[in-house]
DNA sequence: TTAGATCTGTAACTTTTGTTACTGTGTTTA
DNA sequence: TAAACACAGTAACAAAAGTTACAGATCTAA
């Protein structure tokens, strides 16, 4: 594990945490599709992601989702923290947008490396600090764009962190992903179509000239 | 200024501390409409809200606005946390939604303090926490609501945190706020005010039977 | 290989939201 | 007090998004 931990996190806590990261964390690999975080779930472990993507998702009283955004290699779910220190349930489900690899951290240690080491509480608060901007980021998109400027934005992120131009949903995922219904998603794509945006085929969405 | 940092913050931060805060803080009385923070603008000292509510606000290019949440008495704002640590400019405005009273911490204290204090490193994280869930919320009523509930939803935030069941809002003021236009405002309110929810008076709203 | 299931395209329609324009009424100020 | 302004109500229309329905294409499994 210590490899992967020191490419990863090696630039941003000291020696001393990097060793009790490799002693006390696990390291846990899941696969695309893994269900990691669930609402309502109480959390026990906060992750360090080492490689792969996370999804972060919101539910309305109807069941239906909406995406709230992405969590990259070098990123931790902000939500566990506090959900961890408060005892307090999750509000968002997490899912493995890719095949992913983790080092969980028991909760016990969060605390005591909160005191004792300064890039562990700058981690911890750069992390909040991002995460907010995602949601920032994420409220503009629903609130200042129309869906045709909301899809295309959503292709091209999804697009920067799979690293691959080529989208494997059906519509009706991606639908479930805006919030929004099958139908709106196949107009609008077919629009991007047509303006030379995109490539349409079964199961998958090529992206070009973007 | 020492009883009403008490009065605030006593069951949450030990004495010590306290009277660190009553030392290098900075009392601070904002009236009504006062504008605390700007986009784009750097960040000095942090703020603790020891009486009166702030309303936080997202703009859009073209300069228009939305309501992102309230900080009531014994907020603070998470924003202002890492803009001071991470030196990045404000992502939101702030402005006094009613006459205010604040205790202004240098941000120099805020790192010797989260090394020092256990009690401050939990505020801090809470706030985070905190704010977190109100964006959450946030995202909820734009995505999922429909305009109508969003306003009724809107109205009876307001109410609460100016603990008063009348609104002295122009519907023109209140679109700025939901992000859309005053005829849709007025429009919807008339709606609510048939259904007996509302009375509708020239600048002012009284809420009934909610 | 056939029957079913899944995926996409499209038409027709409804609902919601946004826009423009105009009115009357109350408020402020020159 | 008259003129200018701010506020609210409403009609008529336009645009965006959501819904229902159906058809053809492709895939999957019995």
């Not at 906060?46 to 490689?51: E, H, K, R």
Request: with cysteine.
């Amino acid at each position: 594990m210590i490899q992967e931990l020191k490419d990863n996190y090696g630039h941003l806590f000291e020696d001393d945490l990097l060793n009790e990261i490799n002693q006390v964390g696990t390291y846990k690999e899941v696969p695309e599709g893994f269900k990691m975080m669930e609402i309502g779930q109480y959390v026990r472990a906060m992750p360090l992601l080492v490689s792969g993507v996370i999804k972060i998702l919101r539910e309305d009283n109807d069941g239906d989702e909406l995406l709230l955004y992405f969590l990259e290699k070098g990123d931790t779910c902000a939500m566990t923290l506090t959900c961890c220190l408060g005892q307090t349930k999750s509000e968002i489900r997490a899912i493995a947008e890719t095949d992913a690899k983790l080092i969980m951290i028991p909760i016990e240690k969060m605390e005591e490396w909160s005191g004792k080491y300064k890039s562990w509480r700058n981690f911890v608060f750069e992390s909040y600090h991002n995460r907010l901007n995602e949601m920032l980021e994420t409220i503009d998109s629903i609130a200042f764009l129309k869906m045709d400027e909301r899809l295309l934005k959503y292709l091209k992120e999804k697009s920067r962190v799979s690293e691959d131009n080529i989208i494997h949903n059906t519509h009706q995922e991606i639908a479930y992903e805006l919030h929004t219904s099958r139908v709106v998603v196949s107009r609008l794509l077919k629009k991007l179509e047509v303006l030379g945006k995109i490539e349409l085929h079964r199961n998958s969405i090529v992206l070009k000239d973007i």
